[in-house]
Nanobody, 127 residues
Framework: QVRFVESGGGSVQPGGSLRLSCEPS????????IGWFRQAPGKEREGVSC???????YYAGSVRGRFTISRNNAKNMVYLQMNMLKPEDTAVYYC?????????????????????WGQGTQVTVSS
């Protein structure tokens, strides 16, 4: 059974950093894109970042320059380094997989073409 497990969330003050990890089980990421998405209370799920199988990286405008996505195929892991966190980054963060990263504005992509959603990891940015 394929399962994606997100970890690394927590509570930080504005300006702080967190590193999220995405660990699939029963699935090898090498040939696939992996996306990070988030959903804040009362809001739609939105795309945050995506990394293709060729390690091309894509970011929503609101996180570009602050977040960095990476993958380690040897460890079958994907990471999201989040720096300069803001209160508006507060959300549950999810990773999932697709054949390719989506075209267009990642922030308006809810990830309908992605599969194997995990339970998510909570990120709270508050003073």
């Amino acid at each position: 059974q394929v399962r994606f497990v997100e970890s690394g969330g927590g509570s930080v003050q504005p300006g702080g950093s967190l590193r999220l990890s995405c660990e699939p089980s029963g699935f090898t990421i090498n040939a696939y894109a992996i996306g990070w998405f988030r959903q804040a209370p009362g809001k739609e799920r939105e795309g945050v970042s995506c990394i293709s199988s060729d390690a091309d990286k894509y970011y929503a405008g609101s996180v570009r320059g602050r977040f960095t996505i990476s993958r380690n195929n040897a460890k079958n892991m994907v990471y999201l380094q989040m720096n300069m966190l803001k209160p508006e980054d507060t959300a549950v963060y999810y990773c999932a997989t697709a054949w390719n990263c989506p075209n267009g504005n990642l922030a308006t992509n809810a990830g309908d073409e992605f599969s194997y959603w995990g339970q998510g990891t909570q990120v709270t940015v508050s003073s």
